[in-house]
């Protein structure tokens, strides 16, 4: 059984810093494509970040660019967002995402969230002073 669990969300006031995790267990991270996703109230969910296969290719959406940042601990299983500069626009529940398709960080889909097979359950993160 897969389970992606994230964890490190909650309260931060702007320009602060936050780190999401994503635990994994059932699946080897490395062998998957692990992405993080965020979804503010009624709003579609959106791409935020990913990290390929073996960590070394990655890709942001332009509003995570220069700010986040994601990687991955092999000996834990578990993927990161390092979250900095934040703002009330980044107010959002955020999910971790995984696929088997790392070849999929080559194409333009990496960014659409049916492309992954598994979810974690969300945190939340609020910006705010």
């Known amino acids: 059984q897969v389970q992606l669990v994230e964890s490190g969300g909650g309260l931060v006031q702007p320009g602060g810093s936050l780190r999401l995790s994503c635990a994994a267990s059932g699946i080897t991270l490395d062998a998957y494509l692990v992405g993080w996703f965020r979804q503010a109230p009624g709003k579609e969910r959106e791409f935020v970040a990913t990290?390929?296969?073996?960590?070394?290719?990655?890709a942001y959406a332009d509003s995570a660019k220069g700010r986040f940042t994601i990687s991955r601990d092999s000996a834990k299983n578990t993927a990161y967002l390092q979250m900095n500069s934040l703002t009330p626009d980044d107010t959002a529940a955020y999910y971790c995402?995984?696929?088997?398709?790392?070849?999929?960080?080559?194409?333009?889909?990496?960014?659409?969230?049916?492309?992954?097979?598994?979810w974690g359950q969300g945190i939340q993160v609020t910006v705010s002073s």
């Open positions: 990290i390929g296969g073996r960590g070394d290719n990655t």
């Open positions: 995402a995984a696929d088997p398709n790392t070849l999929l960080i080559q194409t333009p889909y990496y960014s659409r969230p049916e492309r992954y097979d598994y």
